[in-house]
């Protein structure tokens, strides 16, 4: 079975200087205007940078990665900020609002041609897809691009750990020891396990021993219950 490093090496080890220029003109965008939501992409795509490298990938492949994922939230350019920011809940109109951005944001991403653009595209259109087919558009398994894959895993992440407008950060432990354990059937295993061990030592000044411990036994304990897919990988090719 071919290993996430060598996967991601495969997609996104290129040297697409023009991809990765517009990809920096659109993510700019959201400086300003959407300035929380830019904080998130740039931590975001930093984290998938640090995580492929984690997973043995070569240095070219994961900054485009982590490029490619610190756009996977432009389409909320797209949302007004009074909908993003509200503190008060959403309508079920202003929460398919929110909801449109990843196809919004998709969409955004192919006016350009460029390789690395196509595959930031399909990482903000499917950011939102869950393995075991919760997500918006009900995808499943290797159905879902291998960059939305880890997209979301660091995207769940950062927006539980961060500060948001209508909510204050989380500790890393309860985050973690959650995508274990209710949240587990959401995510490819083949990455979640790696993904927590990663942040275990990304974020090891922010954890107690006790902590590290009993998040190493829900990875070495998963819970019985059949693979969603027997491609853990996809051919290279979402408030809410």
């Given at each position: 079975?071919?290993?996430?490093?060598?996967?991601?090496n495969r997609i996104y080890a290129r040297d697409d200087r023009a991809g990765s220029a517009f990809l920096l003109r659109q993510r700019g965008q959201l400086c300003g205007e959407r300035q929380w939501t830019y904080d998130h992409c740039l931590r975001t795509g930093g984290l998938a940078r640090?995580?492929?490298l984690h997973l043995g990938a070569s240095k070219m492949a994961a900054e485009n990665l982590?490029?490619?994922?610190?756009?996977?939230?432009?389409?909320?350019?797209?949302?007004?900020?009074?909908?993003?920011?509200?503190?008060?809940?959403?309508t079920p109109d202003e929460r398919a609002m929110v909801r449109?951005?990843?196809?919004?944001?998709?969409a955004m991403?192919?006016?350009s041609c460029q390789p690395l653009a196509r595959l930031a595209a399909d990482i903000a259109e499917n950011h939102h897809e869950r393995w075991n087919g919760t997500g918006y558009a009900q995808k499943s398994g290797a159905d879902?691009?291998?960059g939305a894959q880890i997209a979301a895993l660091c995207d769940v992440f950062d927006s539980a750990t961060s500060n948001r407008?209508?909510?204050?950060?989380a500790p890393a432990y309860p985050v973690l020891a959650g995508m274990l354990t209710a949240r587990r059937p959401a995510f490819n295993p083949a990455l979640l396990e790696p993904f927590v061990m990663f942040c275990i030592d990304d974020c090891k000044d922010q954890l107690a021993p006790w902590q590290v411990g009993d998040l190493l036994a829900?990875?070495?304990?998963?819970?019985?219950?059949?693979?969603?897919?027997?491609?853990?990988?996809?051919?290279?090719?979402?408030?809410p």
């Open positions: 079975m071919t290993s996430p490093g060598t996967e991601i640090r995580f492929a982590g490029l490619a994922v610190s756009c996977h939230d432009v389409g909320k350019m797209a949302v007004s900020a009074e909908v993003l920011d509200s503190t008060n809940g959403l449109d951005h990843a196809w919004q944001g998709g991403l192919r006016v879902i691009p291998l407008p209508y909510h204050a950060a829900k990875v070495k304990n998963p819970p019985c219950s059949p693979p969603h897919s027997t491609r853990p990988f996809p051919s290279p090719g979402v408030h």
